[in-house]
């Protein structure tokens, strides 16, 4: 599929279809704090830290912390000298090797060229799988300097030491609240919005949690036996 007014190319009629949002001006993505819209959902993201302060872009080489990828470009280039910048044409991603911009794009055309050799599991990159198979083989690097926690992924391990830290990067531009998780800031606002998205397909029940829904998901389970 070959987007006709910029030459956008993808072998998914859905990433096609997405794409030409851009160009029609179809903009589905409400912001809950805004009337801004957008037509992708990684423009929305950016646009949300404006409200919520977040910076989760960090500079590798120092402490800058920045809330949008551009930011931190500019930055690789002013103060540490990144001349020559390889730019994804479909979002502010951006590299220093010609390379990684080609695995990158499979982000957004989600072709996923590596496959598992025990399962149906496959990976826009060969790194992906080879974390995937810790999954198979029980391998759990990543250990917790506070605890017995250990797991495959180190986000994951990011993630739990904010449980001994008391670290809350997330904050709620609405009230005081602040998460150690960006999916807990999102259940969160709801609570602001009213948004109910998660929704019971036997009656007209729904909820803001998913985890809400699986709950009284068990009440019908028990009418039936």
């Not at 959902?41 to 920045?66: Q, V, W």
């Amino acid at each position: 599929h070959v987007c006709r007014f910029c030459g956008y190319r993808t072998a998914e009629r859905p990433n096609y279809v997405r794409h030409l949002r851009i160009h029609a001006g179809f903009r589905p993505h409400k912001c809950p704090f805004c009337p801004y819209s957008a037509s992708m959902k990684h423009h929305l993201n950016d646009h949300i830290r404006t409200h919520t302060g977040e910076k989760p872009f960090s500079c590798r080489m120092c402490d800058y912390r920045a809330a949008f990828r551009s930011n931190l470009a500019q930055h690789m280039k002013k103060v540490h000298k990144w001349t020559k910048l390889y730019y994804c044409p479909l979002c502010s991603y951006f590299t220093r090797h010609r390379g990684n911009i080609k695995q990158h794009v499979r982000v957004h055309t989600r072709e996923r060229p590596f496959k598992c050799p025990l399962c149906e599991y496959t990976g826009a990159r060969k790194e992906h799988v080879q974390v995937h198979m810790k999954r198979h083989t029980g391998e759990r690097p990543f250990k917790c300097d506070h605890c017995d926690y250990r797991t495959s992924r180190k986000p994951d391990l990011v993630k739990h030491l904010r449980t001994h830290s008391g670290d809350r990067p997330y904050a709620c531009p609405k009230c005081a609240y602040r998460a150690a998780v960006q999916s807990a800031l999102v259940n969160h606002l709801r609570t602001h919005t009213g948004e109910k998205p998660y929704k019971c397909p036997f009656c007209d029940y729904c909820t803001a949690r998913k985890r809400d829904l699986s709950k009284h998901m068990e009440r019908h389970s028990e009418d039936e036996r």
